[in-house]
């Protein structure tokens, strides 16, 4: 990973949805405030499986962590002196600017923000961001994580893919 410039993608086979939690949880302990993941991938490719193992990683491990394709966004506050972790699901967002009714430039602040349908933001989404696309695999519990880091998290990055 270490020759892995800024902007160029890592493809990880993820073989069930163990690895893609097991992926989420070595994320979570790698982010901090200011975060941003933006999570791609077609309806059911499990973007939402992967911000729930994200939170609980960060949180008790046992929170309810519902989609929030009707909310638009769900706030988890995952434990004292650790940034709030903020999952927006913009599928039915209607134009970018609608997101900050939804306390988007407080995520960016100092939260921890996880975007399914980041495409929806437009021009504000951030250029300091990961970038993580699930495609389908080879079968359908395998799934291939597409990760395209901004320089920010390229050296986090690298201590946390393979292990």
Same mark, same amino acid.
């Given at each position: 990973? /270490?020759?892995?410039?800024a902007g160029a993608a890592l493809s990880i086979d993820l073989v069930s949805e163990a690895a893609t939690s097991a992926l989420a949880a070595r994320l979570a302990r790698v982010s901090r405030a !200011?975060? $941003?993941?933006?999570?791609?991938?077609?309806?059911?490719? !499990?973007? %939402?499986?992967?911000?729930?193992a994200f939170i609980r990683t960060l949180g008790r !491990? @046992?929170?309810? $962590?519902?989609?929030?394709?009707? /909310?638009l966004v769900e706030v988890y506050d995952v434990g004292e002196g650790q940034p709030a972790v903020w999952h927006f699901d913009l599928f039915r967002l209607e134009k970018p600017e609608d997101a900050y009714e939804l306390g988007l430039e407080?995520?960016?602040? !100092? *939260?921890i923000s996880l975007i399914e349908w980041p495409e929806r933001l437009g021009a504000l989404l951030p250029r300091e961001r990961l970038d993580l696309?699930?495609?389908? *695999?080879? @079968?359908?519990a395998r799934? %291939?994580?597409?990760?395209?880091?901004?320089?920010a998290w390229l050296s986090r990055l690298e201590g946390i893919i393979g292990s």
């Open positions: 990973m /270490t020759e892995t410039p !200011g975060d $941003v993941i933006a999570l791609r991938g077609e309806l059911g490719s !499990g973007k %939402t499986s992967l911000a729930r !491990g @046992d929170e309810e $962590v519902p989609s929030p394709t009707f /909310t407080e995520a960016f602040a !100092g *939260g696309t699930l495609l389908a *695999g080879r @079968d359908p799934r %291939t994580a597409r990760l395209v880091p901004s320089p």
